[in-house]
């Protein structure tokens, strides 16, 4: 069972930047062991699909509204993921989930149905 434990969000205004992060436990950390993590925002009345996710060789994937704004990267040592994100807007106002599925796959995919296991979820919210 992996636990996924995200730092707790923020509110930012316009243009402002936040980096949100994960800490995964549950499973044992091997270079033979390939899986994917990913960060998913969910705001009401929308489907959550991520803004970007990571393979744990490298491949990195981003949605179409994170592309040039945010950054995801892995720290193996520490078992974190992070998401970098600057330029914010009000429409990145959501929850955010980190995921995570064993697995590798290039490139990691961007739909929630192929991930296994999920945070709790931390609130970002962008102020105009």
């Known amino acids: 069972q992996v636990h996924l434990v995200e730092s707790v969000g923020d509110s930012v205004q316009t243009g402002g930047s936040l980096r949100l992060s994960c800490v995964a436990s549950?499973?044992?950390?091997?270079?033979?062991?390939?899986?994917?993590m990913g960060w998913f925002p969910h705001a009401p009345g929308k489907e959550r699909e991520a803004v970007a996710t990571?393979?744990?060789?490298?491949?990195?994937n981003y949605g179409d509204a994170a592309k040039g704004r945010f950054t995801i990267s892995l720290d193996k040592a520490k078992n974190t993921l992070y998401l970098q994100m600057n330029s914010l807007k009000p429409e990145d106002t959501a929850m955010y989930y980190c995921?995570?599925?064993?697995?590798?796959?290039?490139?990691?995919?961007?739909?929630?149905?192929?991930?296994?296991?999920w945070g709790q979820g931390t609130q970002v919210t962008v102020s105009a």
């Open positions: 995921a995570f599925r064993f697995g590798g796959w290039k490139p990691p995919p961007l739909t929630e149905l192929e991930y296994k296991y």
């Open positions: 549950g499973y044992t950390s091997s270079r033979y062991i390939n899986y994917c």
């Open positions: 990571l393979d744990s060789n490298g491949p990195t």
